[in-house]
């Protein structure tokens, strides 16, 4: 690893003012010079330097940044090129770095370094990953968390607790005729079982990190023509769904993805719920209901121009899960106030009337399930995998009838834990981790 010297543009393709090239291997250094034709410049300073083809011909005028090694972000030399951002300059800067023996990054190669020079544990880069990918505000606030370091101290310090406690069965183990201070078995155990109900505390936040990583799905539901798809384009602020008077008019699941409060939210539209006329809506009302299913929240919409009539369908699916709304309230005598000890909420998705209360509703509903506490979260399922194989093995070196077979489950749980810092040999799931990057990162 690192033995070639690697490029890519690590600003967005297209368009663009200025545009930045990343340069990281032996050759880096090398490199800018041949372009520049001057001394590497002064490091960690931006310098202005005009580049130059190998036949003469001026590529552009820009900056350069100059980061010896080990003290960068790869801990290789690294060079990073600023130049004009139009799609000629960066093609013509890319070809001259390939004559000179540079070749394109692969996804995820300079983070990947990183990690083999010790500039980042694994969960450090996954969280560049999902700081590249945010959409909203709490995304961005919890990858940033992780990138500083909260997620990895925290298992580091189980790591550090679990390894402390094998010492003392490896020593029991390899001098067995030398008896332990008196009370410190006791003491061992009790740190075993204060670290198993702290891990197991930990995964009990569930899925928490994963939802907020991938957005909150939330289905609407309802009757044909309780006005579903009005609702969402009102949510949406735009014509994401077709709206028609004709009952069944939705056949398909129809998504948008909005910013609410600054959470990531996956709205579903979704067929009408009766007795379908023919079978192509017969499947969208399958779907409509095995969305139901995934959901995190259900907004299950009834008539108010209907009432006191009530769909008993819609009504069958009220559950913990769900928002109450009655959309037409401006067509309704009386609304009430709560329909199955749920909170009622009134709206007009034609004149707007209520949503402003209904998105606070949302909102409140996903800060309950996404919103961070003070302690950091799991925020992959390889996380929660590792999680639960340490718990496992706890477990299982708190029920062993020998000594030794109680220092090899200890052993596993440290393991588990330093696969998900990277701390043991992860070389089988590095390319699950780094595949999904952008290019320049």
């Known amino acids: ?132 990918d945010a959409e909203t505000a709490a995304q961005r606030r919890q990858a940033l968390r ?62 928490r990190g994963e939802r907020l990583r991938q957005g909150l799905h939330v289905a609407i539901l309802g009757a044909p023509n309780v006005g579903k798809s009005s609702l969402l384009n009102r949510l949406a602020r735009r014509e994401a769904a077709i709206v028609s008077a004709k009952a069944g008019t939705t056949r398909d699941v129809v998504e948008v993805h909005l910013d609410l409060g600054g959470y990531p939210v996956q709205l579903a539209d979704t067929a009408g719920l009766r007795e379908a006329a023919e079978d192509i809506e017969e499947e969208g009302i399958r779907r409509a209901l095995a969305r139901w299913e995934t959901a995190d929240l259900g907004i299950v919409v009834f008539d108010g121009g209907r009432l006191p009539e009530l769909d008993p369908v819609s009504l069958g699916l009220l559950d913990t899960r769900s928002i109450v709304v009655i ?12 329909l199955q000890d749920h909170p009622v909420v009134a709206v007009s ?21 996404l919103g961070q506490g003070t302690a950091p979260v799991p925020t992959r399922a390889r996380h929660r995998s590792a999680l639960a194989e340490c718990i496992a093995a706890l477990g299982r070196a708190r029920q062993a009838p020998l000594t030794e077979l109680a220092a090899e489950d200890l052993r596993l749980a440290v393991r588990a834990l330093g696969r998900i810092t990277g701390r043991v040999d992860v070389e089988d799931i590095l390319d699950v981790i780094f595949r999904d990057f952008c290019i320049g990162k």
């Open 349 to 369: 998705a034609v004149s707007g009337q209520g949503i402003a209360a209904l998105e606070t509703q949302i909102e409140a509903a996903a800060a309950a399930l």
């Open 327 to 338: 959309n037409k309230a401006d067509l309704a005598s009386a609304i009430p106030a709560t």
């Open 1 to 132: 690893m690192g033995a070639e010297t690697i490029f890519a543009l690590a600003s967005g393709s297209g368009r663009a003012g200025v545009a930045v090239l990343r340069l990281s291997g032996p050759g880096a250094g090398a490199a800018l010079t041949a372009l520049s034709r001057r001394p590497l410049p002064v490091a960690r300073r931006a310098s202005r330097v005009r580049l130059w083809e190998a036949s003469g011909d001026l590529l552009d005028d820009g900056l350069a940044l100059w980061f010896p090694a080990p003290a960068s972000f790869t801990g290789e030399d690294v060079v990073e090129l600023h130049t004009h951002g139009g799609r000629a300059v960066v093609a013509a800067v890319s070809d001259a770095l390939v004559a000179l023996g540079l070749r394109p990054a692969e996804p995820g190669e300079f983070s990947r370094r990183a990690f083999h020079n010790d500039k980042l544990d694994l969960t450090a880069a996954e969280a560049i990953a999902d700081l590249v």
């Open 146 to 207: 992780q990138l500083d370091g909260e997620l990895a101290d925290l298992y580091d310090g189980w790591r550090t607790a679990l390894m402390r406690a094998l010492a003392y069965f490896e020593a029991a183990i390899d001098f067995p005729d030398e008896d332990l201070p008196p009370g410190v078995v006791a003491e061992v155990w009790a740190q075993v079982r204060g670290l198993q109900d702290a891990v197991t505390a930990h995964l009990a936040e569930g899925s």
